[in-house]
């Protein structure tokens, strides 16, 4: 029986290890002597880093400290493949290196870019008529990904975003006075995230004044008389804006600050200061303080509060990409069909990888209200069930305990 290898991509949630853990049990299961991780995904795998994840994962409580530890335990990577019909050296190296380990069964726990990892590969293996099988194990916490109802990831980070909301929501109003208070949301070009801000609003809180998602284009002149009409009516204004916010020129508005921003691997500028440049703009157009918030990486790292609907569906994906890999599927990913919203239900499918990789899901314009400031019931009733319930951490002197791979 052919080994298996796993890796992650991209960047983390807090539930991408319970996939982990799903690929390496269900691997296990079916016969798979070796199940070994990738280390810093493809790009470790061209560098001979990789481990038998059997000689680490000795227990089932180790399962279930993976399964309830944030951050990628195999490490991650932004590594894009270059074309193999123009380049294929990258290629022969890593399936030399996938032959020495008798790899039958490939798998890629990423988001975009990371399906077209397995979708590159995939064609590959097809061209030279190999036998290895790649199949693509979905999350994102930007909740972007085509054809899935929504990624694993997403519902922590949402319930993250909507406990920190009404947290800071809480803080704003104590003083009763003049106070404008910017919140930058992750989310390049769809708002998902930022849209999970809605779900701060419930009986015992007001949620917050505003919601700016890159679907919308952006003018600040505007915004700025948006929130001046606000503060006439409450003196404590709460706004979350996304960090891909769009100026009509398509510049983002981050880029009107003087900040310098890297570009990654895939082309990606590195977003930041959104909120800040917004926050200093009110300051001087209005008789008001002002504050910014950037909750940055706590979005997609803040394993305390986990959902436990995420966590289960997590480690359900990458079970069913390793059922369909045994199956005889190659060149496919794992997506989430909603069934129904009362109670929640929902199963996994099997799609060509074309459908996802390289494509974006961005929000329903019909789920954002005319003034484009708040969410309306939709959004609410499809994010509402994925934030559901809690999987505490395993506490050890007050601290989660976590396990990792030391450095």
Aim: negative net charge; charged residues 25%.
């Amino acid at each position: 029986m052919s080994n298996a290898i796993v890796g992650q991509s991209g960047g983390p949630t807090a539930v991408i290890n319970s996939s982990l853990a799903g690929v390496y049990e269900a691997a296990r299961q079916r016969g798979a002597e070796h199940v070994y991780g990738m280390l810093h995904g493809v790009k470790g795998l061209l560098e001979d880093k990789y481990i038998d994840l059997s000689e680490r994962l000795h227990s089932a409580l180790d399962i279930e400290l993976l399964k309830r530890t944030p951050s990628s335990y195999l490490g991650s990577c932004r590594y894009k493949l270059p074309d193999w019909k123009e380049d294929e050296t990258v290629y022969v190296q890593i399936f030399e290196f996938l032959k020495r380990l008798d790899i039958g069964y490939f798998f890629y726990i990423g988001g975009n870019d990371s399906m077209d990892t397995i979708c590159k590969l995939a064609a590959y293996g097809a061209h030279i008529g190999s036998e290895i099988r790649f199949m693509g194990v979905p999350k994102t916490i930007d909740n972007d990904l085509m054809i899935t109802d929504h990624t694993p990831g997403y519902g922590s980070a949402a319930k993250y975003i909507g406990v920190v909301m009404k947290e800071i929501i809480r803080d704003a109003t104590v003083y009763g006075t003049k106070y404008v208070t910017i919140i930058e949301v992750m989310g390049r070009n769809a708002g998902w995230l930022t849209a999970a801000s809605a779900l701060a609003k419930e009986e015992d809180c007001e949620g917050v004044d505003m919601i700016a998602l890159p679907e919308v284009v952006f003018n600040v002149d505007r915004f700025v008389e948006k929130v001046k009409r606000m503060q006439e009516d409450k003196p404590s204004v709460v706004i979350a804006v996304s960090e891909g916010v769009k100026l009509e020129d398509g510049r983002y508005v981050c880029e009107l600050a003087d900040d310098v921003h890297a570009v990654d691997a895939f082309g990606h500028k590195a977003l930041t200061g959104t909120a800040r440049y917004l926050a200093n703009v009110v300051a001087r157009s209005m008789n008001t303080k002002t504050r910014s918030i950037e909750l940055s990486t706590l979005q997609r790292c803040a394993g305390h509060v986990s959902s436990r609907t995420d966590i289960t569906e997590a480690y359900q994906v990458g079970g069913a990409a390793v059922k369909a890999a045994y199956e005889g599927a190659t060149g496919k990913v794992v997506t989430l069909k909603r069934i129904s919203n009362a109670p929640y239900q929902c199963t996994t499918e099997i799609h060509d990888i074309s459908e996802v990789a390289n494509l974006e899901k961005k929000v329903p314009m019909d789920w954002i209200n005319d003034d484009h400031t708040q969410m309306r019931q939709e959004f609410i009733d499809y994010a509402k069930p994925l934030i559901q319930a809690e999987l505490t951490p395993v506490y050890v002197s007050g601290l989660p305990r976590h396990i990792y791979l030391p450095v």
